[in-house]
């Protein structure tokens, strides 16, 4: 990184599209300059670094957010000693207080100042919060179409209620920290075990099991074979198939379960995995 000629500063939670346009900015000797600010819940901690080619350096706000403009320019200069860009988007602020903006460091920086405009898709502007509030109605595919890849969490595997394999089918139960958790219901989905390279298609719920124990879970059905997963997995959402639910009995969920099925396995068979 110290060789890094250009940076690309933001919180970058999600890596979407309007990020993307500022990391094509950023040339083939660039890095990623991620401002943590401890809100990140589309891509926590690292997961960043799947959706980029480019080095990204980690920075907690707490550390920067009482320097002044010069000092941070200052900072910048000192961890890239080669710099001579710099890309921001058109919302950019920095210094203590969000006092500056990129018209200040135009003056402050000596080098170029790239500055992104607002990325809009069909003619609505494309932001974090925006994917958050898509996530939370459950509209999956609006969500992954400002992402520009499908929304995807990970979590450790934990035992689940037992009754799955016995009465219903065989699921993986995760838990999972620091991610938006989508809409309560049930979902078409790729799901990728431990450290396998590929995904496997899949039916996934999120909730409260509200015909049985009413305990929350996060839990993925395989749907080409069971596989025996030993710590983690990822579920990468493809679209929202049902609300959650509470069923008279087991064999009506089971029932609706066949049909989500069915339903997953329609849409996943034209997707390459």
């Known amino acids: 990184m ?13 890596m979407h ?23 990140a819940n589309l891509t926590p901690k690292t997961d960043r670094e799947h959706f980029s080619h480019h080095p990204i350096m980690y920075l907690e706000l707490g550390t920067i957010r009482h320097l002044s403009g010069e000092e941070f320019i200052a900072f910048l200069k000192d961890k890239f000693p080669k710099l001579k860009k710099i890309v921001v988007g058109y919302d950019f602020h920095f210094g203590k207080n969000r006092k500056y903006s990129y018209e200040d460091l135009k003056t402050m920086f000596d080098g170029e100042v790239k500055v992104i405009d607002e990325v ?41 209620q037992g009754i799955g394999k016995k009465e219903l ?21 790729l799901t990728r ?11 996934s719920f999120i909730g409260h099991r509200v015909t049985t124990d009413g305990s929350f879970a996060i839990e993925t059905h395989i749907l080409d074979g069971e596989v025996l997963c030993k710590e983690q997995a990822r579920i990468s959402f493809v679209s929202f198939i049902r609300d959650n639910k509470k069923f008279d009995s087991i064999d009506e969920l089971n029932k609706a379960i066949k049909k989500d099925i069915a339903i997953a396995s329609k849409e996943l068979k034209f997707l390459a995995l």
Do not use: C, M, W
């Not at 500022?22 to 600010?37: D, K, P, Q, R, S």
């Not at 089918?169 to 989905?189: D, M, Q, S």
């Open 17 to 39: 599209i309007g990020h993307q346009h500022l990391f094509e900015a950023l040339g083939e000797n660039g890095t990623i300059v991620v401002i943590e600010t401890g809100y």
């Open 193 to 203: 075990i431990d450290d396998e390279e590929h995904y496997h298609p899949s039916v």
């Open 120 to 160: 809009s898709l069909d003619n609505d502007s494309v932001h974090s919060h925006k994917i958050r509030a898509k996530l939370q109605i459950g509209d999956i595919k609006g969500a992954n179409a400002f992402l520009g890849h499908n929304y995807t969490i990970r979590g450790s595997q934990v035992t689940g």
């Open 2 to 14: 110290k060789d890094s000629t250009a940076i690309a500063i933001g919180g970058f939670d999600g």
């Open 169 to 189: 089918v065989a699921t993986i139960n995760l838990e999972t920290k620091g991610y938006l958790i989508p809409k309560e219901g049930v979902y078409v989905t």
